[in-house]
């Protein structure tokens, strides 16, 4: 991607400011009905400054002020949004600013590669790889490189499923044992009333990511599904939430046995190809295959280096088997935003989006999740929070050497994807930091930028 001088970006925003549009981004190759830009880069790799006052301003200039530390942030602390108070220029603001904060991430070297994306509307205000696909190789991550999205794939499994209710194919309330003869738990009476809603929103009843660690054993999926009549329930069909992966399969399963076709390739024709997806797959081959992938990577001391992907989480593909570059996942995050309803209607996306389910721990997993988060539920493939009093639909993805995580706020079409190709969870608090820059909230820097910066400044400006 071209990058231009910091100087360029603030004179855009400037004139943006006295415009009160958005007018100042670069028009990129549109998909189906939306179009594209890519805001221009700074080669200028700068830390977030420090405030002259106490108090950080509600604007969202580079110097509004500092992010606090994220240790001082608590569930006390927690800010509400002030109604109206977001300027047009927000969005183009935080491009910038999450431009400077990937450029601190990069020169620290505590990540392999990572791409993100920032979009507001259904333009691309940032588009933008760092570090490298393969490290050993010294290949670049670009916005066309595929990563693997881990449980990020769980969004697709669910729209899937909204599309084929939507032709007639199934209903939200389809009883899984009425499509799969053979399905059992341990329960019958369960079996019986398990649900497609009741499989995508993670409420079929049994423990916790039930069978992963045989998934991890490179158990055959077949093996473990008919396996699930073993398990114990820890509540009723419908009555709890407990994340699976298997169990999520078998929306798999069951679109086989509705439409005569496999899983991946009614994706594929109804969801990749409608929204110009042209690079996502599904598969370890798949990914293999194409012409730019982000191999996994280790730790060793300060290198980086690359190892083969594992096949295991392939084998359920609905929970986990989607590769996409940050380009495609650009495109699928406008369309959830609303922005291409000639794929997915509007309706479709409210009940997607509905929360079902209540998940309270998830409020606590993270300090940015302690002192922004009022609420987390569960909807169709996605979560739902209530981030300082503003609806949040998220996911995040990880398997052995991935990484990533989008969110968006539908009341705002606001949004951003991030995918890595490492085990490490920094680039995580740049998520918060960009919402809390669009919303005017307090500054915090839960992804601990400056504290990167000052490392690398210690150690004599050294990077990789």
Sequence with gaps: MSRAPLHFLLAALGLVLALTTITDVQAAPAQGHTRAAAAKASTKKAPVKKAAGKKAAAKPARTAGAPRPAAVISRAAAVSVAEGKIPPSAGLSVAADMN???????????VAGLAAAVVQGDQVLLQRGI???????GTPVTP?????LASLSKSFAATLAGLLVDDGYISWDTRVGGVLPTFALKDASAAEKLSVRDILSHRVGLPHNSYDHLLEQDEPYPLLVDRLREIDP?????DCYSYQNVAFSLLGDVTYAVTGDFFYHQVEKRVFHPLGMTTATYGRDALESSREWARPHSRNGRRWLPFQPRENYYHVAPAAGVNASIKDMSQYLIAHMGGRPDVLPEDLLATLHRPLVATPTEMNSAPWR?????????ALGWRVFDYAGEPMVFHAGAVQGYRGVIAFLPQRRFGLVMLWNCETSVPTGLLPMAFDRYLGLPQVDWAGVELLDRSRMAAGGASR
Aim: proline share 0%; charged share 25%; net charge negative.
């Design 234 to 238: 820890i509540c009723g069909v419908g």
């Design 370 to 378: 302690r002192g922004r988060l009022r609420d987390a539920q569960y």
């Design 144 to 148: 066309d490189t595929v990563f693997r």
């Design 100 to 110: 400077l904060w990937l450029d601190s991430i990069e020169a620290s070297g505590q």
């Design 131 to 137: 570090g490298y696909a393969d490290a050993a190789a």
